[in-house]
């Protein structure tokens, strides 16, 4: 796990060290950070994703270790560093370079010395050290190699670590016609298996997805 660290104000950048083998797989229906901030963030999606709910839902205490897997605009990724001070860690790891920065800024900009952002590769989330919880909302469909990304995801939790994942009902969200960008509660648990995890709860709290949290 090679990590390279470069300053900036409240925020520790994590990054690929130099020589790192490149990723294999690819994030699918991939865009550029401006679109993805733009859409992410947008009045139309964020009330849906119930957000004080969800992390509510999470349970997490103070001075734990959270990873936000695909953290986007960061949308998740600040409430849940709210939600773990004081002496928690909020990690928020994506792939898109221009999505961590603007984590980056808008976490200095509210003043949240605990976030700290990191380059996740396409099949490792990269992190410095263990979690006590990974959190994939509205993500895992856009992983190519679910299977191998969950396994290598597993490594990284700590005895009695979680996972939670969030995504879309078949037929449900933006993506209902593309069958290669739609995951199942089935498909991921088998997954989640196969990485020595299985399901601990299901939280009903949405309509239109399924939101399970996996443990060993």
């Known amino acids: 796990m090679p990590k390279l660290h470069g300053c900036r104000p409240f925020v ?6 130099a020589g790192f083998a490149a990723p294999s797989g690819a994030q699918l229906a991939s865009r550029p950070a401006d679109e993805w901030i733009k859409a992410l963030d947008s009045p139309a999606r964020v009330p849906g994703l119930k ?5 509510a839902a999470l349970k997490l205490k103070p001075g734990q270790v959270v990873a936000d897997i695909g953290a986007g605009s960061g949308t998740f990724t600040i409430p849940l560093a709210q939600a773990l001070r004081p002496g928690g860690m909020a990690y928020a ?36 050290e ?76 949405f309509t239109d997805k399924w939101f399970v949290i996996y443990g060993r």
């Not at 957000?51 to 992390?55: K, N």
């Not at 933006?174 to 498909?187: I, K, M």
């Open 51 to 55: 957000i004080t709910e969800t992390v």
């Open 130 to 205: 263990q979690v006590d919880l990974a959190f994939i909302s509205d993500v895992l469909h856009h992983i190519e190699n679910r299977a191998e990304y969950l396994k290598n995801l597993a490594a990284y939790l700590k005895p009695g670590g979680r996972v939670a994942v969030i995504d879309f009902r078949p037929n449900q969200g933006g993506h209902r016609n593309q069958p290669s960008l739609q995951v199942t509660e089935q498909q991921t648990a088998a997954w989640m298996a196969a990485a020595g995890l299985k399901p601990i709860e299901e939280i009903d709290l």
């Open 12 to 17: 520790l950048c994590l990054a690929m060290a």
């Open 93 to 128: 790891v994506d792939v898109d370079q221009g999505l961590i920065d603007h984590i980056a800024e808008k976490a200095t900009e509210q003043g949240m010395i605990n976030v700290r952002i990191v380059l996740g590769a396409f099949t490792d989330p990269n992190l410095p």
